[in-house]
């Protein structure tokens, strides 16, 4: 299968896998740029941010005192060490730039552009910066009004690189063609993790940006085999991006319970709530039971577009979660995954978990030509 993923990122497939910050993505990211896709480096710890009537939080406590870069740094190299003996192997780098990243956000993205610079290594398999979470307009060549004394133009400083932006809505994804963007990821709310309170489904979602736009789109949000890959491409899309399937491999750098909380999760078994920044989708557990609580109680004030009243119970919630996570308490941790967990059953290697994706849509397309 070749579609125009292949030539825009330089793949062997059209399969991104998408980056999950806080949580550490590097053996993945490798694991999958050996396999043929593209592995998506994720911001680590995300550096500290500012939350509205909260003030700073920094994740330090959890993820360490190393400045983004250095952690990004780190990721970079060990990507490189490791696909070194797979010419083909590519991978990419997330950076959310929601407004409360736009400090770490910036200095990610001049990281990543001095070191594309200097680094001949990087240049060749670094084949693109997946901005989400935010207004893509700051980070374009012309930002209009949008210019943030930390704006940096992504395109005009690597023009070599493929700007890639994640969208929830067709609004979003006509910003990211005002803004230069290169490629648009348009995921739905089937998804893991950040989600919208006006969500729209994958189903509804790609073929509508598809349409709307004059770029090319990939699809994410409930994705996982080769059937849901030929779906998106007869939604118009040019590939898929994975997240939930892929943190249930062998190489993902996410902790065993996780992966194994997601074998075990049916198709009903995930629930939003409110997160730090907006609504997420959670795997079903404790943690995620005591959040849709908390969220309940403060619903009066969700569609109003402020933060819950009760915001600091949540952030309460998710911060003692993350360290619950290490400490082997996994009912009690707040666990980020997209319905599709429901049809994940196994954690296979990565490039078994590709190469299955890849026949089995070729396998899918040959079923459907006997419907013809
Ligand atoms: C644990 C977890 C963390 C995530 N963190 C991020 C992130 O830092 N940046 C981002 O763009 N998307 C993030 N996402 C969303 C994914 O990038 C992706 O769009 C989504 O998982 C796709 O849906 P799926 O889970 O059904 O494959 C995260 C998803 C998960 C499951």
């Known amino acids: 299968m070749h579609t125009p993923f292949n030539d825009i990122y330089h793949t062997r497939h059209p ?145 070599g690189i493929v700007w890639t932006h994640v969208v929830p809505s067709v609004r979003a994804a006509r910003r990211c063609e005002k803004a230069g963007v290169d490629v648009i990821v348009a995921s739905g709310r089937e998804g893991g993790a950040h989600c919208s309170w006006r969500d729209t489904s994958t189903m509804v979602l790609v073929p509508e940006v598809v349409q709307a736009v004059n770029k090319p789109v990939v699809a994410a949000g409930g994705f996982c085999d080769g059937g849901s890959l030929v779906a998106a491409l007869a939604m118009g899309a040019i590939g898929i991006q994975m997240g939930t399937r892929m943190i249930a491999t062998k190489e993902s750098d996410f902790e065993h319970s996780w992966k194994e909380l997601l074998t075990k999760a049916t198709e009903e078994d995930t629930l939003v709530a409110r997160g730090f920044f907006g609504p997420m989708r959670f795997v079903r557990n404790k943690r995620a039971v005591e959040l849709v609580d908390a969220t309940v109680r403060g619903a009066p004030d969700l569609y109003k577009g402020n933060p819950t009243g009760s915001t600091q119970e949540i952030i309460d919630l998710e911060v003692s979660g993350l360290e619950n996570l290490f400490k082997g308490k996994i009912d009690e941790t707040p666990v980020l995954g997209g319905q599709v967990a429901g049809r994940i059953h196994d954690i296979p290697t990565v490039k078994e978990l590709v190469d299955r994706i890849m026949a089995g849509a070729e396998a899918t397309l040959e079923r459907i030509q006997r419907f013809k």
């Open 15 to 159: 399969i991104i896998q998408a980056g999950m910050g806080p949580y550490d993505t590097t053996k993945l990211a490798a694991a999958v740029a050996r396999a043929g896709g593209l592995g998506l480096i994720s911001t680590v710890g995300m550096g500290s941010f500012n939350m509205p009537g909260i003030g700073e939080f920094k994740y330090s406590a959890i993820f360490g005192d190393d400045p983004p870069e250095k952690l990004l740094e780190k990721s970079i190299d060990i990507v490189l060490r490791e696909i070194e003996a797979v010419p083909d192997a590519k991978f990419g780098i997330n950076i959310p730039v929601s407004e409360e990243f736009i400090p770490t956000a910036s200095r990610l993205i001049k990281y990543v552009i001095d070191r594309v610079k200097a680094d001949p290594a990087v240049k060749e398999k670094c084949t693109a910066i997946v901005t989400s979470a935010g207004d893509p307009l700051p980070w374009s060549v012309d930002p209009g009004d949008k210019k943030l004394p930390t704006s940096i133009p992504i395109k005009a400083e690597l023009p």
